[in-house]
Nanobody, 113 residues
Framework: QVQLVESGGGLVQPGGSLRLSCVASGSIFSYNSMHWYRQPPGKERELVAVINSVGNTNYADSVKGRFTISRDNAKNTMFLQMNSLKPEDTAVYYC???????WGKGTLVTVSS
């Protein structure tokens, strides 16, 4: 059974950086688009970034210019490089494979001084 496992979350000060990873237990990356979502405390889950199978990307307006999504198909791993973090970026971050309707369990990012 394919699983997605996120890592890399933690506490960071405003203006800092974090790099999230999402590892798949099976070889799903080569033919799937992959998404990063986030769910801030008390709010609904929202789409952050998308990367398709050939590396084309899209971002939510709130993270454009600060976040970068990437993937390494050989390692079945997706990344989210987050720079210039703001308190409003605080959320649980999830990776998602839409073609499989498969979610990871999430990793918590807290941006606070």
């Amino acid at each position: 059974q394919v699983q997605l496992v996120e890592s890399g979350g933690g506490l960071v000060q405003p203006g800092g950086s974090l790099r999230l990873s999402c590892v798949a237990s099976g070889s799903i990356f080569s033919y799937n688009s992959m998404h990063w979502y986030r769910q801030p405390p008390g709010k609904e889950r929202e789409l952050v970034a998308v990367i398709n199978s050939v590396g084309n990307t899209n971002y939510a307006d709130s993270v454009k210019g600060r976040f970068t999504i990437s993937r390494d198909n050989a390692k079945n791993t997706m990344f989210l490089q987050m720079n210039s973090l703001k308190p409003e970026d605080t959320a649980v971050y999830y990776c998602y494979a839409p073609q499989l309707n498969l979610w990871g369990k999430g990793t918590l990012v807290t941006v606070s001084s």
